[in-house]
């Protein structure tokens, strides 16, 4: 239905009647069936609606709605209303009274000055009154805090005026003769809803001291008002113009736009559902242009909005003059400058700041691009050392189209196509390089029995031939392999954007630079290095192994924890805290305990240092500490320690 309405909005018009139709008629269903349509157009017809202008259809949507999911609220209200409008004509026609007497320019009070409506510039203006549904009395109890108990809750009064600027004038003649209250005007014209909805809102003290809560508008807004975009149509249509103008609304446009970027369904339909309920922020462009925004949206939806190319590469914010965190939420009237940088690319943690369903299916397709690139790069390394080591050049299959012409035998799946998708599906461990091995060079092991094949594959991954990082970005074609190991420095082990590093170092053991090192190729994350001895490496036994090895005086923040056991003594936990502060090392947590009857304690301590050799030092000096028994570096997530660090 969304597709086609993006092609003829008068297909969803004609859903619109038809849901209405089956709202009115739904008194002869089953409960079960009454509640699951009900909330069907609670959250999908009724807000297609409001975002369309058809004000009627959207309030009966609602109200009908309202009266099948929450029967005995709806009873209540509806009783409510009843006992309250009892009787109630005469106040109404007087309060409407009040107001043809201001337009007039007589006085409702002794202190007011005479201030007539001017007719002969002006027009004629018209005057009546609505009553709220059950359903719009409780949202606004919902949202205001407050039980409704009067009169005035129920009752709206509207002036229509011939134009715009009388609109403002009308304003000026009720303010002149009654009391404003504050923070209850709204200027609809001035900044329009998304659905073109324009009015003034004011609310006022009258005489007797009861509020009046006054919209108004032009002609041409009450038809908008009422009808939406149907009006605007037939306006259209009178002109001459056609309906090219309505055809194709900009919030629809960008909602088909952005669903070609959500791949499940289910997403689509509940960011549909949350876009179209989301209450409305209006901020500015350093150029003044308005853009409409959910509550709660940030600088990066502001970033998206204006281009992909300035959301993907959005660093910062300042929001009226001064800079703000991303994470900012836009407020009203806010004027947003977007701080751009080539070298800022959109992260995972962005998905939680942002508000807008545009913002996070951007964010996601870049994301998922950066990770397949990685996997195939991934990819094409492990198969091209391994066609390095058999005397083939993966840029020579490349060039002849081999390794594309192979995909479809590989059964990769519908998205996978190409070359790229090999290298993409080795990567992320969907298919082993052997397989594809034996597909280009199938005679290669003929001839030799299945347990001689094992026996040299077990026999490579122990002696580590043929394994390493040839391939990578960066890397030569004999790093990686015994004698040449991959060299960890900053770049390599650290994620740059949204991306995973080239080289992870294992939460497990947290190597330090120093530590000696062993590394796996692990599908679908890249090289983990590991402690040399960490037995959660042991299971990776399987995996390609890569030597790794530190750069020289390299130095890098990791987490450490290190046990003190020491004797019960006073001052002792004061003298290893001036030990740790004399060696510049930083100590996140500490939990220190009683053993043996209090006679002995255990500290641990979880710390940031930057090398080996700071670890070191640190530890020779607790060691001379008096009163202290052993200090031991401890591997908590693998489970082993290292007494002699």
């Given at each position: 239905?969304?597709l086609a309405?993006?092609?003829?909005?008068?297909?969803?018009?004609?859903?619109?009647a038809?849901r209405?139709?089956n709202?009115?008629?739904?008194d002869?269903?089953?409960?079960?069936?009454q509640?699951r349509?009900?909330?069907e157009t609670?959250e999908?017809y009724a807000p297609?609606a409001?975002?369309?202008?058809?004000?009627?259809i959207?309030?009966?949507?609602?109200?009908l709605?309202?009266?099948y999911?929450?029967?005995?609220?709806?009873?209540?209200?509806?009783?409510?209303m009843?006992?309250?409008?009892?009787?109630s004509?005469p106040?109404?026609?007087?309060a409407?009274e009040?107001?043809r007497?201001?337009?007039?320019?007589?006085?409702?009070?002794?202190?007011?000055?005479?201030l007539a409506?001017?007719?002969?510039?002006?027009?004629?203006?018209?005057?009546?009154?609505?009553?709220?549904?059950?359903?719009?009395?409780?949202?606004?109890?919902?949202?205001?805090?407050?039980?409704?108990?009067?009169?005035?809750d129920?009752?709206?009064y509207h002036?229509?005026?011939?134009?715009?600027?009388?609109?403002?004038?009308?304003?000026?003649?009720?303010?002149?003769?009654?009391?404003?209250?504050p923070?209850?005007?709204?200027?609809?014209i001035?900044?329009?809803?998304?659905?073109?909805?324009?009015?003034?809102?004011?609310?006022?003290?009258?005489?007797?001291g009861?509020?009046?809560e006054?919209?108004?508008r032009?002609?041409?807004?009450?038809a908008?008002?009422?009808r939406?975009?149907?009006?605007?149509?037939?306006?259209?249509?009178?002109?001459?113009?056609?309906?090219?103008?309505?055809?194709?609304?900009?919030?629809?446009?960008?909602?088909?736009?952005?669903?070609?970027?959500?791949?499940?369904?289910?997403e689509?339909?509940e960011s549909?559902?949350a876009?179209?309920?989301?209450?409305e922020?209006?901020?500015?462009?350093?150029?003044?242009?308005?853009?409409?925004?959910?509550?709660?949206?940030?600088?990066?939806?502001?970033a998206?909005?204006i281009?992909?190319?300035?959301?993907?590469?959005?660093?910062?914010?300042?929001v009226?003059g001064h800079?703000v965190?991303?994470r900012?939420?836009?407020r009203?009237?806010?004027?947003?400058?977007?701080?751009?940088?080539?070298?800022?690319?959109?992260?995972?943690?962005?998905?939680k700041?942002?508000?807008?369903?545009?913002?996070?299916?951007?964010?996601?397709q870049?994301?998922?691009?950066?990770?397949?690139?990685?996997?195939?790069e991934?990819g094409?390394?492990l198969?091209?050392?391994?066609?390095?080591?058999r005397?083939?050049?993966?840029?020579?299959?490349?060039g002849?189209?081999?390794?594309?012409?192979?995909?479809?035998?590989?059964d990769?799946?519908?998205?996978?196509r190409?070359?790229?998708?090999?290298y993409?599906?080795?990567?992320?461990g969907?298919?082993?390089?052997e397989?594809?091995?034996?597909?280009?060079?199938?005679?290669?092991?003929?001839?030799?029995?299945?347990?001689?094949?094992?026996?040299?594959?077990?026999?490579?991954?122990?002696?580590?031939?043929?394994?390493?990082?040839r391939?990578?970005?960066?890397?030569?074609?004999?790093?990686?392999?015994?004698?040449?190991?991959?060299?960890?420095?900053?770049?390599?082990?650290?994620?740059?954007?949204?991306?995973?590093?080239m080289?992870?170092?294992?939460?497990?053991?947290?190597?330090?630079?120093?530590?000696?090192?062993?590394?796996?190729?692990?599908p679908?994350?890249?090289?983990?290095?590991?402690?040399?001895g960490?037995?959660?490496?042991?299971?990776?036994?399987?995996?390609r192994?890569?030597y790794?090895?530190?750069?020289d005086?390299?130095e890098?923040?990791?987490?450490?924890t290190?046990?003190?056991?020491t004797?019960?003594?006073?001052?002792?936990?004061a003298?290893?805290?001036?030990?740790?502060s004399?060696h510049?090392?930083?100590?996140?947590?500490?939990?220190?305990r009683?053993?043996?009857a209090?006679?002995?304690?255990?500290n641990?301590?979880?710390?940031?240092?930057?090398?080996?050799?700071?670890?070191?030092?640190l530890?020779?000096?607790?060691?001379?500490?008096?009163?202290?028994?052993?200090?031991?570096r401890?591997f908590?997530g693998?489970?082993?320690?290292?007494?002699?660090?």
């Amino acid at each position: 239905m969304l597709l086609a309405m993006s092609q003829d909005i008068r297909v969803l018009l004609v859903k619109l009647a038809d849901r209405l139709d089956n709202m009115r008629t739904l008194d002869h269903m089953p409960a079960e069936k009454q509640a699951r349509i009900s909330r069907e157009t609670m959250e999908i017809y009724a807000p297609l609606a409001n975002r369309l202008g058809i004000q009627w259809i959207r309030a009966e949507l609602q109200n009908l709605s309202f009266r099948y999911l929450e029967p005995g609220t709806y009873e209540r209200l509806q009783s409510k209303m009843t006992a309250l409008l009892e009787g109630s004509e005469p106040t109404i026609r007087g309060a409407e009274e009040l107001l043809r007497i201001a337009f007039a320019g007589e006085p409702t009070s002794d202190d007011e000055e005479s201030l007539a409506w001017p007719l002969s510039t002006h027009g004629p203006i018209s005057l009546r009154s609505s009553i709220r549904t059950p359903h719009q009395i409780y949202s606004m109890g919902s949202e205001d805090g407050y039980e409704i108990d009067t009169l005035e809750d129920l009752v709206v009064y509207h002036i229509v005026v011939p134009d715009r600027a009388s609109c403002y004038v009308a304003l000026g003649v009720i303010h002149a003769h009654f009391k404003p209250v504050p923070d209850r005007v709204r200027d609809y014209i001035a900044l329009p809803r998304s659905n073109r909805y324009q009015a003034l809102h004011t609310m006022v003290i009258n005489r007797h001291g009861r509020r009046m809560e006054i919209q108004i508008r032009s002609a041409a807004m009450e038809a908008v008002a009422d009808r939406g975009i149907v009006a605007e149509w037939q306006r259209d249509h009178a002109d001459g113009r056609g309906p090219e103008g309505w055809r194709n609304l900009e919030w629809l446009s960008e909602l088909m736009d952005w669903q070609g970027d959500v791949v499940d369904p289910h997403e689509f339909i509940e960011s549909v559902k949350a876009d179209l309920f989301a209450g409305e922020v209006y901020v500015y462009s350093p150029r003044g242009d308005v853009f409409t925004f959910r509550r709660g949206a940030t600088p990066i939806d502001f970033a998206f909005a204006i281009h992909t190319d300035v959301g993907n590469t959005c660093s910062g914010a300042r929001v009226n003059g001064h800079v703000v965190a991303l994470r900012y939420q836009l407020r009203q009237g806010d004027t947003v400058e977007i701080i751009t940088s080539p070298k800022t690319r959109p992260r995972q943690e962005w998905l939680k700041m942002c508000g807008s369903s545009r913002a996070r299916a951007k964010i996601k397709q870049h994301l998922r691009t950066e990770e397949r690139t990685r996997l195939r790069e991934i990819g094409r390394s492990l198969l091209q050392q391994e066609l390095t080591s058999r005397g083939q050049q993966i840029e020579e299959l490349e060039g002849r189209g081999v390794l594309a012409k192979l995909a479809p035998e590989l059964d990769l799946g519908k998205e996978l196509r190409g070359a790229d998708s090999i290298y993409e599906a080795i990567g992320a461990g969907l298919i082993a390089v052997e397989r594809v091995l034996d597909r280009l060079a199938p005679s290669t092991e003929e001839g030799q029995s299945n347990d001689s094949n094992l026996l040299r594959r077990v026999f490579r991954r122990v002696s580590g031939r043929k394994a390493g990082g040839r391939g990578w970005p960066g890397l030569s074609a004999s790093e990686g392999i015994a004698g040449s190991p991959i060299i960890v420095n900053r770049g390599r082990s650290e994620s740059h954007g949204a991306g995973a590093p080239m080289i992870q170092l294992a939460t497990c053991c947290g190597p330090l630079p120093g530590d000696p090192l062993v590394g796996y190729f692990v599908p679908g994350k890249g090289i983990v290095a590991h402690v040399e001895g960490c037995p959660e490496s042991l299971e990776h036994i399987d995996e390609r192994r890569v030597y790794l090895a530190w750069e020289d005086g390299l130095e890098i923040e990791s987490a450490v924890t290190i046990e003190v056991r020491t004797g019960n003594t006073v001052g002792l936990l004061a003298d290893l805290s001036r030990a740790f502060s004399y060696h510049g090392v930083n100590i996140k947590q500490a939990n220190c305990r009683t053993v043996d009857a209090g006679m002995r304690a255990i500290n641990t301590f979880f710390a940031t240092v930057r090398s080996l050799a700071q670890l070191k030092s640190l530890i020779m000096t607790l060691r001379e500490i008096d009163g202290v028994l052993g200090v031991e570096r401890i591997f908590v997530g693998s489970g082993f320690s290292s007494r002699g660090s």
